[in-house]
């Protein structure tokens, strides 16, 4: 079964430092890895996904996330945040041995960026 | 525009009512969930559907049902709600065929209360 790790609830930044968001993963065969954001009382955002080829991944809003196959990581970065990418970040993966398309997601990690 | 939508986005009701939530989407996804969500929560998938007449339970068991009798409707209904069913209801479509890369898009969500 495969499974996703979000290992901090919560990222603190000031606005204009780089962002990173943290997510491993653990699933059998090869992957395919989304981000999505989520703002309050809103539904979920596609940011980016990475499905094969070039382990950097670009994505909407400034975003990209690096696949690390070795360390089963896939984790979300924006070199300069803002104020309004405060919101609640969820990673999700699924094999890609999977034709039905369900999606196993993390626990979510909440970006408060400060002025 | 090709997009999901979902109604009511707020529900306030009494234990033991009938209700319905109501999903659409105009992209002619093959593929169709439904999520539960406690606020700024994981996400459980409680039913997803790969086509019309098709519907398999989630992750996470749940007191609804579902049904897909058109490909664009996927409606969730709780036969006597209770408190235990306040929670916010997440739709979201995806891909058509086997293709199984594609991201889910979602819905705005609806934020059911049950008194």
């Known amino acids: 079964a495969q499974s996703v790790a979000q290992p901090e609830d919560q990222v603190n930044v000031a606005e204009g430092n780089p962002l990173t968001v943290k997510c491993t993963y653990s699933?059998?065969?090869?992957?395919?890895l989304f981000w999505y954001v989520q703002y309050p009382n809103r539904g979920l955002q596609f940011l980016l996904k990475?499905?094969?080829?070039?382990?950097l991944v670009k994505g909407s809003y400034g975003f990209e996330a690096e696949f690390n196959k070795s360390q089963t990581s896939f984790h979300l970065k924006k070199p300069s945040a803002l104020v309004s990418d405060s919101a609640l970040y969820f990673c999700?993966?699924?094999?890609?041995?999977?034709?039905?398309?369900?999606?196993?997601f993390g626990a979510g990690t909440q970006v408060v960026v400060t002025p | 525009e090709a997009d999901i939508y979902q109604t009511p986005r707020y529900l306030v009701i009494g234990t033991g009512k009938k209700i319905t939530l109501e999903c659409s989407q105009t992209?002619?996804?093959?593929?169709m969930y439904w999520y539960q969500q406690d606020p700024g929560m994981e996400l459980h998938l409680i039913h997803y559907?790969?086509?019309?007449?098709?519907?398999e339970k989630g992750d996470l068991s749940s007191e609804s049902t579902v049904s897909r009798i058109r490909t664009e409707h996927f409606p969730l209904t709780l036969e006597s709600a209770r408190p235990s069913h306040t929670s916010q209801y997440l739709c979201?479509?995806?891909?058509?065929?086997?293709?199984?890369?594609?991201?889910?898009?979602f819905g705005p969500g609806t934020r059911l209360t049950v008194l």
């Open positions: 979201a479509s995806s891909g058509t065929g086997t293709v199984s890369y594609n991201e889910q898009f």
């Open positions: 699933v059998s065969g090869n992957p395919y």
């Open positions: 990475y499905i094969t080829g070039d382990n």
């Open positions: 999700a993966v699924r094999p890609s041995t999977d034709s039905w398309g369900k999606l196993q």
């Open positions: 992209m002619g996804h093959d593929k």
């Open positions: 559907s790969y086509g019309v007449n098709s519907t």
